[in-house]
């Protein structure tokens, strides 16, 4: 007789199971079982057992209770946080780094440094106009002078080519630092682009309640551009951009703002100065 013979034989061979009260003896059942019948219903229960742990485990929350299991969706939740938490990071050291050159653009050193920037005295509209005579909340020290001034004592301004904001448009308003118009006004169609009037990089690209949309680009030779009240920005801090490249689009946002126009700014060492010293206005 061969193995698998005797195998068969010893599966196929009948038990009688009896169920007896424990204390009467009374027969209460009778089953008749063979030995490979009772072996498969041991083997069902086991996988069917095995089968209920596992959904049990992959699809309800019992498995959280295991120890040193990592819920997936949790997890999937941490690292969700993690990444936003390093984009904010981010996002703050681009700020930081922004500010940090705007102040040596500016040439802010101190908290001193700074209403006297914001306060300088009042000045005409050509350069050997003194300053006005009018009473004012608070006199700026004598190191402070408007740039009109400060460049009245020089043969010319800075050499520095500039192209260019607006294609087309007029010229709207002047160059104002008795009123605290430190920029010039253009007005142009709809949609005109806006263009960076020399090479440099954005130092700041982001939307502020009074101005708007703005720009401000760092040039060469201590240079500095602001382009405000616009529809959109093209780029983003830290980008580079050459003279002429577009960088915004015309427009009216801001608290400040009366309408469709350019407020664009010149500034230089940290003062600034009159865009229609490099600019031909006639054109406009």
Do not use: C
């Amino acid at each position: 007789m061969t193995r698998w013979q005797r195998l068969r034989e010893h599966l196929s061979q009948p038990y009688r199971l009896t169920i007896l009260h424990a204390e009467t003896y009374e027969q209460h059942g009778e089953y008749v079982l063979r030995r490979g019948t009772f072996y498969a219903l041991i083997g069902g229960a086991a996988l069917l057992l095995v089968a209920l742990t596992t959904v049990l485990i992959f699809y309800t929350r019992i498995r959280e209770l295991i120890p040193g299991y990592t819920d997936t969706e949790l997890q999937r939740k941490q690292e969700l946080l993690l990444l936003k938490v390093e984009e904010m990071e981010s996002k703050i050291a681009q700020r930081d780094s922004v500010i940090q050159s705007m102040l040596r653009v500016t040439d802010v050193d101190s908290p001193s440094s700074k209403p006297a920037a914001a306060t300088l005295p009042a000045a005409g509209a050509r350069p050997e106009v003194q300053p006005a005579t009018e009473a004012a909340p608070a006199d700026p020290p004598a190191s402070v002078q408007s740039p009109k001034v400060r460049f009245a004592s020089q043969s010319k301004a800075p050499p520095f080519r500039l192209v260019r904001p607006l294609e087309t448009g007029f010229l709207t308003n002047t160059f104002r630092p008795a009123d605290q118009h430190f920029a010039i006004d253009l007005a142009a169609p709809a949609r005109e682009l806006v263009r960076s009037v020399a090479d440099g990089y954005v130092i700041f690209s982001d939307y502020t309640t009074e101005t708007g949309h703005v720009i401000g680009i760092h040039h060469a030779q201590q240079f500095v551009s602001f382009y405000k009240h616009n529809r959109t920005n093209f780029k983003k801090t830290g980008d580079f951009v050459k003279a002429g490249e577009p960088i915004a689009v015309i427009g009216n946002s801001g608290e400040n703002s009366t309408g469709p126009h350019l407020h664009f700014e010149l500034w230089h060492q940290g003062r600034p100065i009159d865009p229609l010293l490099y600019l031909d206005y006639r054109r406009y």
